[in-house]
């Protein structure tokens, strides 16, 4: 089933990390977002089958719980909506019970919270506008409001991050009412504030990254989240749906500005224009017409734990698996069943390993 994405393009505040596309939230533009969601989705060509919805962002936890429940209702009567997994990213410092409690009757029924450190001083440094107490209390709210299927995000690669700051952020948040992981290795992104050498010469060089990203994923496993793909870790059933459709090349529309799509053997994008989103259905501009090939079904396998089948690629098969002796060899990759996937180790140099496999 296609899985459908729509993209939020408003903040409160935008981080200095980020290089995702976001603007100043104003009401006004939220119902003029809403508007045009709804005028895309009723416009959309085809009716197709879905089980899996994600508001990304941006910040959608900035908007109403109407405002998600007028985009759900669209999305409903146009396709076939089958036992969704219904997905809202979430800045702690925009909900309160209320607000949590209309997100739940409108449809919504997993959250994934921007979390980042339980260290408020990093907190801090990456300009988010909440404190880790404000955190955990959005965490634990959203839980008794009924949302048992929640994801935090934590950051790695901060500037003087230790592994035992590391691993108190990773104790504080494993102990909430969460059933997935989210880590990401921070890094200067170009256009983001961060992007300037000052800062940079305060991140950690990559064998201490390497080292905290290990030691990361050793401790949430004894913690009970299994890792299940490069950034992703859960609790045994509790994988994202939604993006696991990313990593088996599997279809996905979508809606709102800079929104990605793979549709039909197509990549395609909307440009990153706002005022042009609210005028007029906009046109896609197709990255890749001959998409979903082996190479690229193997790259994206590869960011899976559980790897590729070597019989998936029986034209690559011989080659692939003669190839990848030198990584098992060095413990970056393990093959069993006729399956090959990388270790944590080799997540860490996953893309010149991926690119040596399929040239």
Not at 263 to 275: V, W
Not at 326 to 338: E, P
Request: aromatic share 12%.
């Amino acid at each position: 089933m296609t899985g459908i994405y729509i993209h939020v393009p408003f903040c409160a505040k935008k981080c200095p990390y980020c290089d995702f596309f976001s603007k100043n939230y104003t009401a006004d533009n939220e119902m003029r977002f809403v508007r045009a969601i709804v005028r895309d989705i009723e416009n959309f060509p085809e009716r197709i089958t879905s089980d899996t919805i994600y508001f990304g962002g941006g910040t959608p936890s900035l908007l109403k719980a109407e405002s998600i429940s007028l985009m759900l209702e669209a999305l409903k009567n146009k396709f076939d909506i089958i036992s969704p997994e219904v997905t809202m990213e979430v800045n702690p410092s925009t909900v309160y019970r209320n607000k949590l409690e209309l997100y739940r009757q409108a449809g919504i029924n997993r959250l994934s919270f921007g979390v980042q450190s339980a260290n408020d001083d990093e907190l801090k440094l990456l300009g988010r506008l909440h404190n880790y107490e404000k955190a955990a209390a959005a965490v634990n709210e959203a839980y008794s409001c009924g949302f048992n299927n929640i994801s935090c995000d934590i950051m790695t690669g901060l500037p003087a991050q230790t592994t035992q700051k590391l691993g108190h952020t990773i104790d504080m948040i494993s102990d909430l009412p969460v059933t997935h992981i989210s880590s990401y290795i921070l890094k200067a992104e170009p256009g983001t504030p961060f992007y300037n050498e000052e800062f940079i010469n305060t991140l950690p060089d990559d064998d201490y990254s390497a080292e905290l990203y290990l030691f990361m994923v050793n401790k949430l496993e004894q913690k009970g989240f299994m890792q299940y793909e490069i950034s992703n870790l859960s609790k045994k059933g509790y994988e994202s749906r939604h993006n696991l459709k990313y990593w088996h090349c599997e279809e996905y529309i979508g809606f709102g500005p800079s929104a990605h799509s793979y549709h039909k053997g197509k990549r395609y994008f909307l440009p990153d224009s706002i005022e042009d989103f609210f005028k007029a259905p906009m046109s896609y501009k197709i990255t890749d017409d001959a998409a979903g090939g082996y190479d690229e079904r193997i790259m994206l396998g590869l960011r899976l734990k559980e790897g590729i089948a070597l019989d998936d690629y029986p034209e690559k098969a011989h080659i692939i698996s003669e190839r990848s002796e030198k990584f098992i060899k060095a413990g970056l990759m393990t093959k069993q069943n006729n399956r090959l996937s990388l270790t944590p180790k080799g997540f860490l140099v996953s893309n010149s390993i991926i690119s040596d496999l399929i040239l």
